[in-house]
């Protein structure tokens, strides 16, 4: 095999400390993953032969044969002379265990196109999502109505649960071609308990807060997202979030956070992010890690040292990043955070209020100028058909073309499209991407939703992470940056998320494993995602294997719907 670079090196050694669960599953992948010799079995349902396995472990590549029965790896050894239903010949490819995407907003979609398009064709075979504070549920009867309506003119579907149960139970109904897992919103937790204003949870409600997530574990949430730039999450102190995380420390979760400040106060959030870890003594995870903006650029170093200096504390705290210096989010996020309180109605008013008008325009202003200015925020999507003339241009140019400021145009979509509109926000620095990318702490994490280049889900210039996290992190990073080799990135896309979450017999290659496996070239794994035309599939990536059915055969879905819900076990 002629390879470009060194798949045979050995994974720089963790700094950090690890977990007994961790090392475990380390210590899996070298006991059992390199496998010699045959198996008791010569025959198989699919045989993968001749391919170059990186285990997930973060050890050196080895050359080995798989057989898969069922949705399981039976045999890794040479089985050459064995028989299967399906052969695949993967000479000149690398065989990984399929990447686990532990930052998603993946859900309602699903029952729009539950091929996960977008997804399996970057070698995803497990969603992990509900982050940022957003989960369908738990639902009171205001959120409901308001989901329902939105779900309706969105998709032309109706929503038909409450609860994470009712959930995860119309999803397995749904059947799906990737594994999916969900956090618990802790936004739309406490907007089913306070409702969306800028208000202190007394005592009683944080205890019902308590009691609804603890449900919602036992019903299979991996634990708690918090999106604390975004209302209503961002009206809650400390101490509301402490007593919510001890609940999931208690039954085994994680809290999965977007802190409170990614720009001027990243430092303050990250101690903020800490804090809760030692005093819920919960497993954290600070998602998509940055700093944004130039004036908070050289904060970098500062956030990665104290994350790096509390893991080696004992803090049991890691994160995650996508591979793109610009971010994705709401138009609404450059409105001052006390006018973004309340229902879409109550908000709008305020936008319309002439007696508001220059408070807010001033707010709006300046976070034009911290960005760098606004032709550095791209309309990515709007719901209405009149406004999707704007998809792909930047508010400057919207703003130029229409002859007016860019606050007038974004307070006059905003009313128009009801807040729906979203922005890609240009943002963050290289160089500070490679350092976070770098860390042992981080792993890969898309912040992205599982759509599709037709149908439905195909509206709008979404951010190229949607379909490109994946093999931009092998091609560009690992393959022509070389800011770590090939097993280093696959760890952090599959052992590592796997072992952060509990995930039981995936995110490595190794016997009575999960037969979730990706096959890809590592001389032509690249994104083709552009944030001119972002619904492109990536290169390189030839097959991918869900609990033992190939979901994508020479580049191309064969239609299976293998994935599993994966419900925590408390």
Request: overall charge negative; proline content about 3%; aromatic content about 8%.
């Amino acid at each position: 095999m002629n390879l470009p670079f060194d798949l045979l090196t050995k994974d720089t050694e963790m700094k950090t400390k690890i977990s007994r669960r961790e090392f475990s599953l380390t210590v899996t992948a070298g006991t059992l993953g390199l496998i010699t010799g045959c198996s008791t079995t010569n025959r198989f349902d699919t045989l993968i032969n001749n391919g170059l396995i990186i285990d997930g472990s973060g050890t050196r590549a080895f050359q080995k044969d798989i057989g898969l029965i069922g949705d399981k790896i039976v045999a890794i050894g040479d089985l050459k002379n064995s028989t299967a239903d399906v052969i695949i010949n993967a000479e000149n490819l690398v065989v990984s265990p399929g990447f686990i995407d532990i930052h998603t907003h993946t859900d309602i979609g699903l029952f729009v196109n539950s091929k996960a398009e977008s997804k399996i064709h970057q070698g995803v075979t497990t969603e992990v999502s509900g982050n940022c504070g957003d989960s369908p549920f738990p639902l009171n009867d205001v959120d409901f109505r308001e989901l329902d309506t939105d779900t309706f003119e969105k998709y032309g579907i109706h929503i038909d649960w409450r609860n994470t149960d009712g959930f995860l139970r119309r999803l397995e109904d749904q059947k799906i071609s990737i594994n999916y897992a969900t956090f618990t919103g802790h936004g739309t937790l406490r907007s089913y308990v306070i409702g969306k204003n800028d208000v202190q949870a007394t005592p009683e409600q944080i205890k019902e807060m308590k009691d609804i997530l603890e449900r919602s574990m036992a019903d299979g949430s991996f634990g708690l997202s918090t999106g604390l730039e975004y209302a209503p999450g961002s009206y809650s102190s400390t101490t509301e979030l402490i007593e919510l995380n001890k609940i999931v420390a208690k039954n085994g979760g994680i809290h999965a956070t977007h802190i409170r400040s990614e720009d001027d106060h990243v430092e303050e959030a990250i101690q903020e992010a800490l804090q809760i870890c030692k005093q819920a003594e919960v497993s954290t995870q600070i998602s998509h890690l940055k700093a944004c903006n130039y004036a908070n650029w050289h904060k970098i170093d500062h956030v990665l040292e104290m994350i790096h200096t509390a893991a080696d504390s004992g803090s049991p705290v890691s994160a995650d990043r996508y591979p793109y210096i610009a971010y994705s989010t709401g138009l609404t996020m450059f409105l001052p955070l006390w006018s973004r309180q309340g229902s879409t109605e109550e908000i709008l008013s305020r936008l319309r209020d002439k007696a508001l008008e220059q408070k807010i325009k001033d707010y709006v202003e300046d976070k034009g100028q911290r960005i760098g200015g606004w032709d550095r925020v791209v309309i990515s999507s709007c719901f209405l058909e009149k406004n999707k003339i704007w998809e792909g241009k930047s508010v400057h140019e919207c703003a130029t073309e229409l002859t007016t400021t860019p606050f007038e145009f974004i307070r006059n979509i905003l009313i128009e499209e009801k807040n729906r509109v979203s922005i890609v926000g240009f943002g963050m620095d290289e160089n500070n991407l490679k350092k976070v990318l770098s860390s042992s702490l981080v792993m890969i994490g898309s912040d992205g939703t599982a759509v599709a280049p037709s149908g439905k889900l195909s509206k709008g210039k979404p951010h190229p992470r949607y379909y490109g996290t994946f093999p931009r992190v092998l091609g560009k990073y690992s393959r022509d940056d070389k800011i770590f080799d090939l097993a280093t990135a696959v760890k952090k896309m599959t052992s590592m998320p796997a072992a952060k979450l509990g995930l039981q017999k995936r995110g490595l290659i190794a016997k009575d494993y999960f037969a979730d496996l990706v096959l890809f070239n590592p001389e032509t794994v690249i994104d083709n995602a552009s944030f001119v035309d972002p619904h492109q599939f990536p290169s390189g990536i030839e097959y991918v294997i869900v609990n033992g059915k190939i979901t994508i055969k020479d580049g191309k879905h064969t239609g299976a719907q293998a994935g599993s819900v994966i419900r925590h076990e408390v």
